[in-house]
């Protein structure tokens, strides 16, 4: 309010810009920019920009594991666009292979019931890769809780890694930043989350803080918004067939019984809750 008064210039930046920043800030907005994520063409223009000559054709696969941290390290105009690919791709690679550092879930202790429900998860994976028992005898969804910094997403990549399948993580505020983060481009990016686990299927698709999502109908800001997002993330959800050989594992920090949606925890979809336990 000061600032305003003051007629200071305001700019809020997050990365979930109607949960984080203040309502009445959202409402006097005059201008709203979605940074979206790195890609391919987005890289080529920055070396292009400080070496003064474009690269030859980038791996999406590569950019899109890259972060502005790299290309900070890797670009220099001293280097040249191939001297700046070559040192980006080994950055890139070597955080990759730092994440192989991933423990099986054997040697993780701690997480009481969750732990049991995933070793449940990997015997059951392993039969239908087999093909020993049909999809619809796999535990295809999960949805663990508990306050921050317990490990749930280290927990859902352990869980990936001893059931050897492909990992895939989102979230609300992955969907919102892509691209212009119109309503209409973040319900196409949650269809394409779930469209590339069952591409890489068999596959966890890992969605953290689902609880970015509201109640629909609750009367708060863009509830309009809010109603189609949730909508999108329920008919992904639904029919164990359509989504054959994807197991989704979601998280949040609050009871889910009073925070999300009814019809996300309903029969079929999230109804295996776990609480992820205070180490003892």
């Not at 899109?64 to 390290?73: I, Q, V």
Request: with cysteine; net charge positive; charged share 25%.
């Amino acid at each position: 309010g000061i600032a305003l008064q003051m007629r200071c210039a305001i700019i809020g930046n997050a990365a979930d810009v109607d949960r984080v920043l203040p309502r009445d800030l959202i409402r006097i907005t005059d201008h709203r920019v979605t940074v979206p994520p790195l890609d391919a063409e987005a890289i080529a223009a920055v070396i292009a920009a400080v070496t003064g000559k474009a690269p030859q054709p980038i791996d999406p696969d590569l950019a899109r594991r890259t972060t502005t941290a790299d290309l900070m390290l890797a670009i220099r105009s001293d280097r040249g666009p191939e001297g700046c690919m070559k040192r980006l791709r080994r950055l890139v690679d070597r955080t990759k292979a730092d994440d192989d550092t991933t423990p099986m879930l054997h040697d993780l202790h701690g997480l009481g019931e969750a732990r049991e429900w995933a070793l449940n998860l990997v015997d059951d994976l392993r039969d239908y890769k087999a093909g020993t028992i049909p999809w619809a005898s796999v535990a295809k969804s999960v949805l663990i809780w508990g306050p921050p910094g317990k490990g749930k997403t280290f927990f859902a990549k352990s869980v990936a890694k001893t059931a050897n399948v492909n990992f895939i993580a989102t979230s609300y505020s992955e969907w919102q930043s892509t691209k212009d983060g119109h309503l209409g481009t973040v319900t196409r990016a949650i269809r394409d989350c779930f469209a590339a686990a069952k591409k890489n299927a068999p596959s966890i698709l890992f969605i953290d803080e689902i609880d970015a999502l509201p109640k629909r109908g609750t009367g708060r800001y863009a509830d309009e918004w809010w109603t189609a997002v949730v909508n999108t993330v329920l008919e992904e959800l639904d029919g164990f067939t359509r989504r054959e050989g994807v197991v989704v594992i979601t998280a949040c920090n609050s009871n889910p019984k009073k925070t999300l949606d009814p019809a996300l925890v309903r029969s079929g979809r999230l109804d295996k809750t776990v609480y992820i336990p205070l180490p003892d």
